[in-house]
């Protein structure tokens, strides 16, 4: 999976699954989010094991498809730290998820170990 979505799209997508998350539960699949790109969407969905939401990123751009299941904390404190505006880079290898931003003129990232999927 390879896709760029702006920011704040993203910001606003995760505050939406904030809403279901439980980032205190035992079972590590509950404190995450599952990112999807498929048929020209990228969407977030998460749960509770009592509700389940799914919401799309605005605008995303989607360059190779696939999902991935990264901690929802972890993730959302990157695109907190990562500056008022750009795009946001989420990108999945065999074993890990790289999340990039370009904060200053330089670009960052971070590797997220995905939960429970393949990666596609």
Do not use: Y
Not at 5 to 29: F, G, M, P, T, W
Not at 49 to 58: A, H, K, N, T
Not at 95 to 101: G, H, N
């Amino acid at each position: 999976m390879r896709i760029s979505a702006a920011r704040d799209h993203l910001k606003q997508a995760l505050e939406i699954c904030a809403k279901v998350i439980n980032a205190k539960s035992h079972r590590e699949v509950l404190r995450c989010v599952k990112f999807e790109a498929r048929n020209g969407k990228a969407t977030l969905s998460t749960t509770d094991l009592e509700e389940w939401l799914s919401v799309e990123i605005e605008g995303a751009k989607i360059e190779a498809e696939g999902v991935a299941i990264l901690n929802f904390t972890e993730l959302r404190l990157f695109v907190k730290d990562a500056g008022r505006s750009g795009d946001i880079g989420i990108e999945t290898d065999a074993a890990l998820v790289k999340v990039s931003a370009e904060i200053a003129g330089s670009r960052i990232s971070r590797s997220f170990k995905s939960w429970g999927l393949p990666h596609c």
